[in-house]
């Protein structure tokens, strides 16, 4: 059985928001919680009573990337980087290298004091492996295979064996991270690092992120509670003559060819879009041309008038003058959310009666 120390993902093309995709693939693999995420909503009233009444078990995530002297790689420990067999091991790395894309380095303590380094390349799979043991023996696979396939950009000379070997096992270490441009990370403990995240000791570089486990959060449908929404919203809107395309909701009048649609829209800035969603509603109102009687679904996808002679409005200019959007997150509840959507609904109908009365009597 072996400890995991840390995970390297190398700056191949650049690490603009790495970090959090580390979390964020933390989180998804290990069922845990950002705490600035479950923070919003623990305390989040449903029928007068908190959700959950206990925090759960903390965890932890730290990343080490200097932005203002960049190295090659950023370093992740965590509290749930625990280990395992090697062919698990292997697996839990092909995993993150899959979600990156770039290469990936895996540093393990094994028995008798053995530290254990895991290199692979999720393009062509190419694995290599290097131990150092105590004494500062350096035993290696692959490695120069490895090393000749980086990317011309970054590519470095090939360790050999006897050029990384040292009196012990740190000094070997410290070699092997030099030859691989990988930061100077060998004196710093994980258990240290990561008691002092905990502690609130760290600072710049280091990036601390708390973590919190919570079934309920994690249990969190969000497609399933907006599927909801838009069942109500059809049930207001169907008696009405409004026919469906997918998240667009519009009826058209055969006998003027007036149009009005309501154009559902999420959006892609979440705090968290695994387990929430923002959307709002574009309106759209006028007479099609001559001939046409359906929008095409790309009209119906655009955020502004698709056409000439129709006009297009955001939901929330209309019912609360300025742009709004409705959130679905754990914690909030969904009949609240449709409640109050319907209510601008019914407020942005009225809207376009007032259009449409408007706009027959000019052409009349």
Not at 53 to 74: G, H, I, N, Y
Not at 204 to 219: G, I, K, M, Q, S
Not at 220 to 229: I, W
Not at 299 to 312: N, T
Request: net charge neutral.
């Amino acid at each position: 059985m072996e400890r995991a120390q840390y995970l390297a993902v190398a700056n191949q093309r650049h690490l603009s928001a790495v970090d959090g995709r580390l979390t964020e693939k933390a989180m998804e693999r290990f069922g845990l919680v950002g705490s600035w995420h479950y923070g919003r909503v623990e305390s989040a009233p449903v029928f007068g009573i908190r959700i959950w009444a206990e925090k759960p078990t903390e965890a932890w995530t730290v990343t080490w990337f200097d932005r203002e002297t960049p190295s090659l790689w950023m370093i992740f420990w965590s509290t749930e980087l625990s280990g395992g067999e090697p062919e698990a091991l292997w697996q839990e790395l092909a995993a993150f290298a899959g979600d990156f894309g770039r290469d990936i380095v895996l540093c393990t303590a094994g028995d008798g004091g053995t530290a254990i380094y895991r290199l692979l390349r999720p393009q062509t799979g190419e694995r290599a492996q290097v131990r150092i043991g105590q004494d500062g023996d350096v035993q290696a696979e692959h490695l120069e295979r490895f090393f000749d396939g980086m990317p011309r950009k970054y590519q470095r000379p090939v360790p050999r064996t006897e050029e990384l070997a040292g009196p012990d096992r740190a000094a070997a270490q410290a070699r092997f991270a030099a030859a691989c441009g990988l930061p100077r990370v060998t004196e710093l403990a994980p258990s240290s690092v990561l008691r002092a995240a905990m502690e609130g000791r760290l600072r710049r570089p280091f990036e601390r992120l708390e973590l919190v486990r919570d079934p309920a959060y994690l249990a969190y449908d969000y497609r399933a509670e907006y599927d909801t929404v838009l069942s109500a919203v059809w049930d207001l809107l169907s008696p009405l003559g409004y026919r469906r395309r997918r998240n667009a909701f519009f009826r058209i009048t055969k006998e003027t060819g007036w149009m009005e649609c309501f154009q559902f829209t999420k959006s892609r800035f979440c705090l968290d879009p695994t387990h929430e969603t923002r959307f709002t509603v574009d309106l759209q109102w006028g007479f099609l041309p001559a001939g046409r009687t359906v929008p095409p679904p790309a009209d119906l996808r655009q955020m502004i008038a698709p056409v000439d002679g129709v006009s297009a409005e955001r939901i929330g200019r209309i019912t609360h003058g300025q742009d709004w959007w409705y959130e679905l997150y754990p914690g909030v509840r969904t009949q609240d959310v449709a409640d109050g959507l319907l209510k601008d609904l019914r407020q942005a109908l009225a809207f376009l009666d007032q259009k449409r009365a408007e706009s027959l009597n000019r052409e009349t």
